[in-house]
């Protein structure tokens, strides 16, 4: 295959998760529990309120006011943690984007990225596009959430916001450099969301195992008691339904670091093959060598 082709070919999905793990590797391990702390805060009390409306249930003496509270804290807190996701996410994609572009990604700096107004409302618009194809029986999702998902990069690099921000990020994803369907930016945005939905359900399978484990042997006991078995599984203990909620969020947090550098290097590699600004700079420093010497 001749240069030029090989100039226009866009980095290799190998060569992208490798060096998007490498990067990420370091930042996770300073910035994890910061981005998952208020996660894992807001899954404790989900817990405990999930844990609370259970026991209400199982009880017969059990109050309707106290199963209203209940309910009503999971729903209040059901709320908080969306938007604790959305912002979060934001703020740790903002990171990423910072990192590979050469910045120090420090937390401060990502979260107030993330809790912009036009920022938090630029990512609810392609939320909202992405579930709405999602009811068009499936299958358009697979579309446009690929086209939508540099949108985070393109609101911390160029600033764009709203439906510039949407319009540029599938401009980008849509382009491939050589015509060929490896290279398709489209396709490897689509194959990244498919790596991070899979690292995400890994990592929460792996913790909540041995959650589960515990919890089937504190039902077996309550059963072996003379307990009956549906009352034993609604009244297991608030510790680990807590905990299970705790490790879930932390597990969340952590799939995202992935994402968070994986997406932002194949929005630099696509920008740079398709509005070529090596080839600008090359040019310009030849330029301005090429002035030097003349003097």
């Avoid at 209203?68 to 943690?81: E, F, P, T």
Wanted: proline content about 4%.
């Amino acid at each position: 295959m001749s240069r030029s082709n090989d100039a226009l070919r866009l980095l290799s999905f190998r060569v992208l998760i490798d060096r998007a793990m490498v990067r990420a590797q370091p930042t996770m391990r300073r910035l994890l529990l910061p981005f998952a702390a208020p996660l894992m805060i807001v899954g404790a009390v989900l817990g405990l309120a999930q844990s609370q409306l259970f026991r209400s249930i199982g009880l017969a003496d059990g109050s309707l006011g106290a199963f209203g509270l209940w309910v009503g804290l999971l729903v209040a807190g059901l709320v908080v943690m969306l938007i604790l996701i959305t912002l979060l996410y934001c703020a740790l994609m903002a990171a990423g984007t910072l990192a590979i572009a050469g910045e120090e990604p420090t937390f401060g700096r990502a979260w107030r990225v993330g809790v912009r107004l036009k920022v938090f409302g630029t990512l609810l618009l392609a939320g909202l596009a992405v579930i709405g194809s999602a009811f068009l029986c499936l299958v358009p999702v697979f579309f446009v959430a690929p086209l939508l998902s540099l949108v985070v990069p393109v609101m911390v690099i160029e600033e764009r916001y709203g439906t510039a921000a949407l319009k540029r990020s599938a401009e980008l994803v849509r382009f491939n450099p050589t015509g060929r369907t490896a290279d398709s930016g489209l396709l490897q945005a689509l194959v990244l969301l498919f790596i991070g939905y899979v690292l995400q359900n890994a990592l929460n399978s792996s913790v909540q195992l041995p959650l589960t484990l515990v919890q089937q042997i504190t039902v077996f006991r309550e059963v072996s008691g003379g307990t009956d078995p549906q009352m034993a599984a609604l009244m297991g203990p608030a510790w680990l339904v807590i905990l299970a909620q705790v490790m879930s969020m932390a597990a969340l947090v952590a799939s995202w670091f992935y994402l968070a550098f994986a997406q932002p290097m194949l929005y630099f590699e696509i920008r740079r093959r398709r509005e070529a600004e090596d080839l600008r700079a090359a040019v310009g420093s030849l330029t301005a060598s090429v002035a030097d010497a003349t003097r």
